[in-house]
């Protein structure tokens, strides 16, 4: 599976982002990771191909919405209400499983796109 990730930018604390991930190909989950710089990379959102069921980190839980357009197989993720803490290089990714807060990819991972969030 290819992907290609578009949407980061510069937004001020309190702002909102739209990023996109267009896939192709088959995967069973989709979703985003983030690595902050300095640490290591974090599970952020994903999203079952099956049922659409939605899964969270606890970070960014009620201010970022994950969602996925079937027929575009795209999948967006809506960030609302960012916080410098948010800053960081998001990645798209596929077939996604969780062992509690440890997130796994067994699939394809996409390019970064940076998210900034500073005044």
């Known amino acids: 599976v290819q992907l290609q990730a578009s949407g980061g930018g510069l937004v001020q604390p309190g702002g909102s982002l739209r990023l996109s991930c267009a896939a192709s190909?088959?995967?069973?989950?989709i979703g985003w990771f983030r690595r902050v710089p300095g640490k290591g990379r974090e599970g952020v959102a994903c999203?079952?191909?099956?049922?659409?069921?939605?899964y969270y980190a606890d970070s960014v839980r009620g201010r970022f919405t994950i969602s996925r357009d079937k027929i575009k197989n795209t999948v967006y993720l809506q960030m609302n209400n960012l916080e410098p803490e948010d800053t960081a290089v998001y990645y798209c990714?596929?077939?996604?499983?969780?062992?509690?807060?440890?997130?796994?990819?067994?699939?394809?991972w996409g390019p970064g796109t940076l998210v900034t969030v500073s005044s």
């Open positions: 999203v079952s191909a099956s049922d659409g069921t939605p």
């Open positions: 990714a596929t077939d996604i499983t969780m062992y509690g807060d440890d997130w796994s990819v067994f699939g394809s």
């Open positions: 190909g088959d995967y069973y989950a």
